[in-house]
């Protein structure tokens, strides 16, 4: 079946959408009474699109604000397509504001997108074109909206508590041709003192990044010197260094400058595509160390995470044919209250070891003042290459672009883990930028036209009467 003109002739509906969606500031945030379980926004977003099922003629159901679908189809077994309208924030620097929605350029520019909104849309006109041209199905199709993919992914834990798993299905949250092994994930939060103590310098703050899976794009620190002529020496310090992205600006209280930093924002699946602020920063302070606990903490920074996203300098960097590398992103560090905080994203070949992991990063937090208080890890999943599901997916989608390439791994994490008989399923395409968790995100006009296309005829592919 072809499905074409009746999805062209949708495009500027599609677009409208699309832009309706990304100006909802789905970034989670304090529960907001029943119903809002990740903040009032997300709840919005999620209400926007179970309301558009309803005029298209859909079955829907909103799981408390946890999650959603809409169904269309009958018979027993069941085709999930599973995706997500939480957003990571904003951040700054954006060419257009990121929740307008902007078209530019042939581009709808907004957070959210790419991931995941954008092919939340494509996946629901393409359920459209479906129902609108009368086909027969023998079987059930589900979309469902996830609601805190992420941060921890509760909003699968609570929709498969109260409705059954789907037989099979693709999440459109990745790249083309399509993803069918997915390494293993470890979040990880530390702890340690951080009291200023100790005489020369003191460090009276130190913070940056947003999400643990985002590189941090920003990363400042507050220093406290003796005496003025201290502080001239130490300006003069961090400046010789010649860092780019290093700023350094003097305060009001006595004797204080504030040292900024600016890096890249990218995915924490990918933090060599990023420029880590935090860790930029840790280095930029070496020259003007002085001594106590959050100094320790800067120092760990520096010694056993450094500009490497390998892990290496933990002891965990490792690697298998099936997966690839080890990751590490540094996402977040806080101060406050007495105490510093750090959180790391892990992604780990399916050969590793999550324990052995973490008793490595356990012994080499330990002379740092530091020690892990949080620690949440997911296996890896796979499909292999003969399974069905590939199989017709990678039929569909080479028989519309005309590409030939094989499947792939990643180090991403998408809900097609939580499928089980799941593999993610765009919506990049090959030599594309990764524009995931970055400022100026954008879907363009002609992917999201031709991602519909190719969802609409893999879910007939997966659906149809036999």
């Given at each position: 079946?072809?499905?074409?003109?009746?999805?062209?002739?949708?495009?500027?509906?599609?677009?409208?959408?699309?832009?309706?969606?990304?100006?909802?500031?789905?970034?989670?945030?304090?529960?907001?009474?029943?119903?809002?379980?990740?903040?009032?926004?997300?709840?919005?977003?999620?209400?926007?699109?179970?309301?558009?099922?309803?005029?298209?003629?859909?079955?829907?159901?909103?799981?408390?604000?946890?999650?959603?679908?809409?169904?269309?189809?009958?018979?027993?077994?069941?085709?999930?397509?599973?995706?997500?309208?939480?957003?990571?924030?904003?951040?700054?620097?954006?060419?257009?504001?990121?929740?307008?929605?902007?078209?530019?350029?042939?581009?709808?520019?907004?957070?959210?997108?790419?991931?995941?909104?954008?092919?939340?849309?494509?996946?629901?006109?393409?359920?459209?074109?479906?129902?609108?041209?009368?086909?027969?199905?023998?079987?059930?199709?589900?979309?469902?909206?996830?609601?805190?993919?992420?941060?921890?992914?509760?909003?699968?834990?609570?929709?498969?508590?109260?409705?059954?798993?789907?037989?099979?299905?693709?999440?459109?949250?990745?790249?083309?041709?399509?993803?069918?092994?997915?390494?293993?994930?470890?979040?990880?939060?530390?702890?340690?003192?951080?009291?200023?103590?100790?005489?020369?310098?003191?460090?009276?703050?130190?913070?940056?990044?947003?999400?643990?899976?985002?590189?941090?794009?920003?990363?400042?620190?507050?220093?406290?010197?003796?005496?003025?002529?201290?502080?001239?020496?130490?300006?003069?310090?961090?400046?010789?260094?010649?860092?780019?992205?290093?700023?350094?600006?003097?305060?009001?209280?006595?004797?204080?400058?504030?040292?900024?930093?600016?890096?890249?924002?990218?995915?924490?699946?990918?933090?060599?595509?990023?420029?880590?602020?935090?860790?930029?920063?840790?280095?930029?302070?070496?020259?003007?160390?002085?001594?106590?606990?959050?100094?320790?903490?800067?120092?760990f920074l520096r010694e056993r995470i450094g500009r490497e996203t390998d892990g290496r300098g933990l002891g965990i960097a490792c690697q298998d044919e099936v997966s690839g590398a080890l990751t590490l992103n540094l996402g977040v560090v806080r101060t406050g209250a007495g105490k510093v905080w750090m959180e790391v994203?892990?992604?780990?070949?399916?050969?590793?070891?999550?324990?052995?992991?973490?008793?490595?990063?356990?012994?080499?937090?330990?002379?740092?003042?530091?020690?892990?208080?949080?620690?949440?890890?997911?296996?890896?999943?796979?499909?292999?290459?003969?399974?069905?599901?590939?199989?017709?997916?990678?039929?569909?989608?080479?028989?519309?672009?005309?590409?030939?390439?094989?499947?792939?791994?990643?180090?991403?994490?998408?809900?097609?883990?939580?499928?089980?008989?799941?593999v993610a399923f765009g919506p990049g395409f090959p030599g594309q930028p990764e524009m995931a968790h970055q400022k100026d995100e954008y879907f363009a006009v002609d992917d999201l036209m031709t991602c519909t296309r190719i969802y609409a005829k893999a879910l007939y592919a997966l659906a149809k009467a036999e």
């Amino acid at each position: 079946m072809d499905f074409s003109d009746r999805i062209q002739k949708e495009q500027a509906e599609m677009i409208s959408t699309l832009q309706e969606l990304i100006a909802i500031p789905s970034v989670k945030a304090a529960p907001a009474g029943a119903g809002a379980p990740f903040g009032p926004e997300i709840a919005r977003a999620l209400e926007y699109v179970l309301a558009w099922g309803e005029r298209q003629g859909f079955t829907t159901k909103n799981l408390s604000g946890y999650a959603g679908h809409l169904e269309y189809g009958t018979g027993e077994k069941l085709v999930g397509v599973l995706v997500h309208l939480d957003v990571v924030p904003a951040g700054e620097g954006w060419r257009y504001p990121p929740f307008s929605g902007t078209v530019a350029d042939g581009k709808i520019y907004g957070r959210g997108a790419i991931d995941d909104k954008g092919p939340a849309v494509a996946v629901m006109y393409a359920l459209k074109a479906l129902k609108d041209s009368g086909v027969k199905l023998g079987k059930k199709i589900r979309i469902i909206f996830g609601c805190d993919e992420e941060s921890g992914w509760r909003c699968m834990e609570h929709y498969f508590q109260h409705e059954r798993k789907p037989d099979y299905g693709f999440t459109p949250d990745a790249y083309f041709p399509l993803i069918n092994s997915e390494k293993g994930q470890m979040a990880l939060k530390f702890e340690g003192e951080a009291a200023p103590g100790g005489d020369g310098i003191v460090l009276r703050t130190f913070s940056g990044g947003t999400r643990r899976n985002v590189v941090p794009e920003n990363a400042e620190a507050v220093l406290v010197f003796p005496d003025p002529a201290g502080l001239e020496r130490g300006r003069a310090a961090l400046l010789a260094q010649g860092i780019d992205g290093i700023e350094v600006l003097d305060l009001p209280e006595k004797n204080q400058l504030k040292v900024r930093a600016r890096g890249v924002s990218a995915h924490g699946s990918t933090p060599e595509l990023g420029d880590n602020a935090v860790i930029k920063l840790a280095q930029a302070l070496a020259p003007v160390e002085g001594r106590g606990n959050l100094w320790a903490a800067v120092r760990f920074l520096r010694e056993r995470i450094g500009r490497e996203t390998d892990g290496r300098g933990l002891g965990i960097a490792c690697q298998d044919e099936v997966s690839g590398a080890l990751t590490l992103n540094l996402g977040v560090v806080r101060t406050g209250a007495g105490k510093v905080w750090m959180e790391v994203d892990i992604r780990s070949p399916h050969s590793a070891n999550h324990e052995a992991i973490k008793k490595k990063v356990a012994a080499h937090l330990q002379p740092y003042g530091l020690k892990i208080v949080e620690s949440r890890t997911m296996a890896p999943h796979y499909l292999p290459v003969d399974h069905h599901l590939v199989q017709v997916l990678l039929q569909v989608y080479r028989e519309e672009t005309g590409d030939q390439s094989p499947p792939v791994a990643t180090g991403g994490r998408t809900y097609a883990a939580t499928l089980g008989n799941g593999v993610a399923f765009g919506p990049g395409f090959p030599g594309q930028p990764e524009m995931a968790h970055q400022k100026d995100e954008y879907f363009a006009v002609d992917d999201l036209m031709t991602c519909t296309r190719i969802y609409a005829k893999a879910l007939y592919a997966l659906a149809k009467a036999e």
